[in-house]
C-alpha cells in the first residue's frame, strides 16, 4: 500500500459477489454481445497510472490474492485463493479520475498502451497464481476478465460487496 | 478533494448504474427483508474517518451532486442533479480499511456514533440539494439509502459502472 505522499502507481477496488457477468465484447450487427460470468468471488476493478511499470505486477498479485477479504459460508475471511473462489477482473480507467471543478479529469492514468500491457501482465500472473495453489485450481474455480478499453457492462449480485480501496 | 500528505477524512465511491437494489432491513423469524431500489442513477459508497467532522458535508453533497459522471441516452456526461437520475447512498466502512500483512485494519474510521451521525447529515443534507433542484424534484428521480451497521446486501445492474473514487 503506498504511503501517503509516495505518488501511486495502481489503484485498484475490490468488491465480494456471489453472482457477476461483464460484457466482453459489444453486439455488432452481424453478431450478439459476449459475455462472462463468475459466481461467488471477488471482483477487482483495476487501473494504472503513469510511471507503472512491470515490477509492480508481483505485488499486487500476491496481495490481492492472499488478502483475506472473502467470507465462508461459516463468516470466516480467508482470501479468495483459500476460499476458493471466483475472481473477475474489471479494467477501470476511471479510477485513475481526479475531480477539477465539476469535471474529471484523467491526466495521471497510464496511456493506453502501456495500460493495456500492465492489465495484460496483470490477468496472466493471477492466473499463473491461482493455478499454482492447489485448493484454487482443484475446487472449479474460475478467473474471468474485461477487454481492456471497452465499456465495462457489469451486473452483480452480493450478499455485502464489502468495498475495499487498496493503492500500490 | 484531500491533496497528497494531507488526512482525509471521508471516502467515496461512485458507480453508475441502471438499476441497484439494497436491503435496508434483515429478515427475521417474523418478518421479510426489507429493500429499497433506485432505476438509472448514481451509488454513493461512503466512509468517514476519525477526525471528520459535520463541515466537511456539504462539501461532499455538493462535489458528488454537481460533478459531471451520469450519462445521458445521448451519451453526455451531466451531473446527477442534471440527468436527472436517482441517488442510492451505502454505507461503507469497509472503505476505510488498510492492508496490514493478509489482513484489513480500520483503525482509521470514524467511531460508530460518529459514523453514524455524519451519514445521517450526508443523507439528510442530499435530500435537501436534491428537492431545491427543480429539474431533479420534478423528475420523479428519487434518492434512497442504506442502514447504518448494517450488512448491505446489494444487486446492481449497470451499462458501465464507471467507478470513481473521491475523498475529502
Not at 153 to 164: E, R
Request: neutral net charge; aromatic residues 8%.
Amino acid at each position: 500500500m503506498a504511503e501517503s505522499g509516495i505518488d501511486i502507481v495502481a489503484r485498484v477496488v475490490l468488491q465480494q459477489c456471489v453472482y457477476a457477468r461483464l460484457q466482453v465484447k459489444p453486439p455488432s450487427l452481424d453478431s450478439e454481445a459476449e459475455w462472462v460470468e463468475i459466481k461467488k468471488g471477488m471482483i477487482i476493478y483495476l487501473c494504472f497510472f503513469k510511471g507503472a511499470d512491470s515490477t509492480v505486477i508481483p505485488k499486487m498479485v500476491n496481495s490481492l490474492l492472499n488478502v483475506k477479504l472473502s467470507e465462508t459460508d461459516a463468516g470466516k475471511h480467508v482470501s479468495i485463493k483459500d476460499l476458493p473462489g471466483d475472481v473477475l477482473i474489471v479494467p477501470q480507467a476511471t479510477l485513475g479520475g481526479k475531480v477539477k471543478g465539476r469535471g474529471m479529469q484523467y491526466h495521471s492514468n497510464a496511456g493506453k498502451e502501456l495500460g493495456m500491457e500492465l492489465y495484460t501482465q496483470f490477468v496472466t500472473q493471477c492466473q499463473q497464481e491461482l493455478a499454482v495453489h492447489a485448493p484454487w485450481a482443484e475446487s472449479g474455480s474460475v478467473l474471468r476478465f474485461g477487454t481492456y478499453g471497452n465499456r465495462q457492462v457489469l451486473k452483480i449480485d452480493t450478499n455485502g460487496p464489502y468495498t475495499h480501496l487498496l493503492e500500490f
